[in-house]
């Protein structure tokens, strides 16, 4: 039986206590994650950067659809959670690339749902957790993960550049999320390939599109550039399309529809005009006179 995660959001220190709880359980799977590292030790890879050639293709805006479960914010998001049902609808309707929650507390997810869906399809997962530690990125790759998020709030520049190195080595693309400008003056330092702009606040949960607008046209070019959190809307979508960005990475929204799929093509299609389904046969009946009640 489903049952909502804890919700620290309701309490000071929404993150500091994320954080807390991930570094206690990094440390708790370390004999786990040392044949991992092992296995692989001495190993390269091409980069092939499945991930960002996915999501950024030109002229189009491309969709990265999450799959979580839950969420501090929004607690239990479908509780008629079917992993693989979920990301076929995703693939089926036009999705790049998926990102799924693995943070297992709060958002109640699990990294073995990266390898159950890698499994089964052949689309790009990216791995959405707290990641502080390589480990976390040896694992992403081990589940047959394509990309790995990095968020800047919850490391220090030293950290970032490892970790990028680390999934640079594993041919695992990173998405570096920032919510500040202050976040995106460091990250630019870095010269990640991928910038996420989150528009939420991972201190207060507290969401504003406009974060997305001010930061997005101070980013660079050259890079691929994916809005994150509050979008609704295929007006959202637009919104930001318009503005340069490459991908918008949706979730909630979707997942909280009875017809995932129906609502990812209302999203990003926007809306089909309404049909006006008697038109032509009553056009018909009227040019010769009829009663229209004898076709209802």
């Known amino acids: ?6 919700n620290p959001s309701l309490e000071a220190g929404f993150l500091d206590k994320v954080l807390a709880y991930k570094k206690n359980l990094i ?3 370390r004999t786990y994650f040392a044949p991992l590292k092992k296995k692989l030790a001495g190993q390269h890879f091409t980069r092939y950067q499945l991930f960002k050639k996915a999501i950024h293709r030109p002229g189009k805006l491309c969709l990265i659809a999450e799959i979580k479960k839950a969420s501090p914010s929004a607690g239990l998001i479908r509780s008629q959670f ?12 036009g999705a790049s690339a998926l990102s799924i929650l693995t943070e297992d507390k709060y958002f109640l997810g699990k990294p073995a749902y990266i390898k159950q869906v890698t499994e089964h399809f052949t689309v790009p997962v990216l791995t959405k957790d707290f990641i502080l ?48 400008p202050e976040e995106l003056e460091r990250v630019l330092k870095l010269k990640p390939d991928i910038i996420g702009i989150n528009n939420r606040n991972l201190k207060n949960l507290q969401v504003d599109l406009g974060v997305g607008e001010k930061l997005i046209v101070q980013i660079p070019k050259n890079r691929t550039i994916v809005i994150e959190s509050g979008i ?19 979730g909630e929204v979707f997942l909280q529809a009875s017809d995932v799929g129906r609502k990812v093509r ?13 038109h032509s046969r009553e056009a018909k009946a009227h040019g010769q006179g009829q009663d229209l009640r004898n076709y209802e």
């Not at 039986?1 to 804890?6: F, G, K, L, V, W």
């Not at 693989?84 to 693939?91: F, G, L, P």
């Not at 390589?134 to 047959?144: K, L, P, R, S, V």
């Open 133 to 180: 530690d390589e480990d976390q990125i040896f694992e992403a790759f081990y589940n047959g993960a394509s990309a790995v998020l990095l968020i800047a709030a919850i490391l220090e520049d030293r950290q970032l550049q490892h970790l990028l190195q680390v999934a640079q080595r594993l041919d695992l693309d990173a998405v570096v999320e920032v919510h500040t």
């Open 27 to 29: 440390k708790s799977k």
């Open 1 to 6: 039986m489903d049952t909502a995660p804890e």
């Open 266 to 278: 209302e999203i990003m299609q926007g809306p089909r005009p309404h049909r006006q389904r008697h």
């Open 232 to 250: 609704k809307t295929h007006e959202d979508v637009l919104r930001f399309e318009k503005l340069g960005a490459h991908a918008v990475l949706i």
């Open 82 to 93: 079917d992993l693989i049902s979920i990301a076929k609808a995703y693939i089926n309707n």
